[in-house]
């Protein structure tokens, strides 16, 4: 089991949109940006509606998840953090953590979904297996 | 031949670190942060050594290039593009378009790279296929 270092756990839970890519059918990837949570040493998703990227999902669960920090090195070169994991689906959840991943990116007490009665969806657990990027993090792992 | 729209050409010269996707030996996604530039209607990216992604390329030219904009949408998310292309690698060119896009990404009058006498390297040429993700530009062809 991977255990996430400190400063890159910090770094995902920051609210920075992540871009989410999975493999098409066709081998092409597929790329959308996310809201990304931690539950336990996974990063987590939640996705009200089945998706796209839960069906390529399903299929192949080689996923990376990439963002950029807002941080720079010394030479003034944006960091950024490279995750590549597996993902799985699970039913429902969706609405709770959509919920806090919101007061996170757009702000303390905002209602999202901004609906009522919204469907119990998915979460996708990306599980960690290699961290790169540039920053502390670059060519560790975990 | 697609004609890239204004607001996507003008976002796309605007500084933002891009994730430039390839698809790995095994399918898997490969993800590494980029400074791009625009040649014509082509994205282009500078390589002063020949790395992992150009190989890649070099055998599937399926890639993917996403950024955030640092805009928002009506209710407050973040904006973003994911472009759809097919790469090609062009030899030699790199220190010359490094330069210009470290203007950009570094600032006005950074030397860069910062050494004598470069590599000639490499550029990646991507053609845009197809233009989403989350703004104006969003489900819009071109």
């Known amino acids: 089991m991977t255990i996430v270092r400190d400063d890159v756990r910090a770094t995902l839970l920051a609210g920075h949109l992540a871009h989410l890519t999975t493999v098409n059918p066709d081998g092409s990837p597929h790329v959308t940006g996310v809201w990304i949570g931690m539950d336990g040493d996974d990063i987590?998703?939640?996705?009200?509606?089945?998706?796209?990227?839960?069906?390529?999902?399903?299929?192949?669960?080689?996923?990376?998840?990439?963002?950029?920090?807002?941080?720079?090195?010394?030479?003034?070169?944006?960091?950024?953090?490279?995750?590549?994991?597996?993902?799985?689906?699970?039913?429902?959840?969706?609405?709770?953590?959509?919920?806090?991943?919101?007061?996170?990116?757009?702000?303390?007490?905002?209602?999202?979904?901004?609906?009522?009665?919204?469907?119990a969806g998915y979460i996708t657990h990306i599980s960690i297996d290699r961290v790169a990027g540039v920053g502390p993090w670059a060519h560790i792992n975990g």
Chains 1, 2 share one sequence.
């Open 44 to 119: 987590v998703v939640a996705h009200l509606t089945d998706r796209h990227k839960l069906r390529n999902i399903r299929r192949d669960p080689r996923v990376v998840v990439s963002l950029v920090t807002g941080g720079k090195n010394p030479i003034g070169m944006d960091e950024y953090l490279v995750i590549s994991g597996r993902a799985r689906v699970v039913e429902g959840g969706a609405p709770a953590l959509a919920q806090r991943l919101a007061e996170t990116y757009l702000g303390a007490g905002v209602k999202f979904p901004p609906i009522d009665n919204p469907p």
